[in-house]
């Protein structure tokens, strides 16, 4: 299987508080079995030790058949890395530790994505040297409840605004589900992040299914 590329397609934010009780472990491995390529942790109520254990469980069903990515903490990434789990990367916000910090760390091999919602913040990734960062997470483009801190929403013409500036390829993100492919792609992201239309969805392997399919279909639809 060739290795997926992070900022394409459907990406999944697995986010542990947006499951409907279910297991996160669950959720992931039913995206992944509908042909979901990227999937990210986001654990923000856990402490490290069981973020650790949910990076652990999931990874049983992501290795090698899609990338697995911790949102914002580091460290969690270097453990579950250090006691063999099968994790390719971390994704980091404004607040985080500088990218430049974080490659160092993390290592040249392993995905970094980082979220970047202005001009200001498509210049700074772009000044950073090359392969310091991998993806840009743009957004939010609507209201979502899933992220409290998120930026002003910007919508489908912001994001298309914005992104004519972007310096790397960009995964959309915020409030977005079933019927948003073809307006992301003709905004010009490369991928598109979804939250609750899988975690929360009655049947969340259908639900990511449908998601890819709409992401295939739409990209001939914008082609055209």
Same mark, same amino acid.
């Given at each position: 299987?060739?290795?997926?590329?992070? !900022?394409?397609?459907? /990406?999944?934010? !697995?986010?542990?508080?947006?499951?409907?009780?279910?297991?996160?472990?669950?959720? +992931?491995?039913? @995206?992944?079995?509908?042909?979901?390529? *990227?999937?990210?942790?986001?654990?923000?109520?856990?402490?490290?030790?069981?973020?650790? !254990?949910? +990076?652990?469980?999931?990874?049983?069903?992501?290795?090698?058949?899609?990338?697995?990515?911790?949102?914002?903490?580091?460290? +969690? /990434?270097? !453990?579950?890395?250090?006691?063999?789990?099968?994790?390719?990367?971390?994704?980091?916000?404004?607040?985080?530790?500088?990218?430049?910090?974080?490659?160092?760390?993390?290592?040249?091999? @392993?995905?970094?994505?980082?979220?970047?919602?202005?001009?200001?913040?498509?210049?700074?990734?772009?000044?950073?040297?090359?392969?310091?960062?991998? /993806?840009?997470? *743009?957004?939010?483009?609507?209201?979502?409840?899933?992220?409290?801190?998120?930026?002003?929403?910007?919508?489908?013409?912001?994001? @298309?605004?914005?992104?004519?500036?972007?310096?790397?390829?960009?995964?959309?993100?915020?409030?977005?589900?079933? =019927?948003?492919?073809? =307006? +992301?792609?003709?905004?010009?992201?490369? =991928?598109?992040?979804?939250?609750?239309?899988?975690?929360?969805?009655?049947?969340?392997?259908?639900?990511?299914?449908?998601?890819?399919?709409?992401?295939?279909? *739409?990209?001939?639809?914008?082609?055209?």
């Amino acid at each position: 299987m060739s290795t997926p590329t992070p !900022a394409a397609g459907i /990406y999944l934010v !697995a986010d542990a508080a947006s499951t409907a009780g279910r297991p996160l472990a669950d959720i +992931v491995a039913a @995206a992944v079995a509908a042909g979901i390529g *990227t999937i990210q942790l986001r654990c923000k109520d856990l402490g490290a030790r069981d973020f650790l !254990a949910e +990076v652990a469980a999931c990874s049983v069903h992501t290795a090698g058949r899609a990338l697995l990515l911790v949102n914002d903490r580091i460290d +969690v /990434y270097l !453990a579950a890395r250090a006691a063999g789990a099968s994790v390719d990367g971390v994704h980091i916000g404004q607040q985080d530790l500088p990218a430049a910090a974080v490659r160092g760390l993390i290592g040249p091999d @392993a995905v970094l994505g980082l979220s970047a919602s202005t001009p200001a913040h498509f210049a700074a990734a772009a000044a950073l040297p090359t392969g310091t960062v991998d /993806y840009l997470g *743009t957004g939010a483009v609507r209201l979502t409840p899933t992220k409290k801190d998120h930026p002003t929403p910007l919508g489908l013409d912001g994001l @298309a605004s914005l992104l004519v500036h972007a310096p790397l390829p960009c995964v959309a993100i915020g409030g977005l589900g079933h =019927g948003d492919a073809r =307006g +992301v792609r003709a905004a010009g992201a490369a =991928g598109m992040a979804v939250v609750r239309a899988i975690c929360a969805a009655d049947d969340p392997g259908a639900s990511a299914a449908a998601l890819g399919a709409e992401w295939a279909r *739409t990209g001939a639809e914008v082609a055209r």
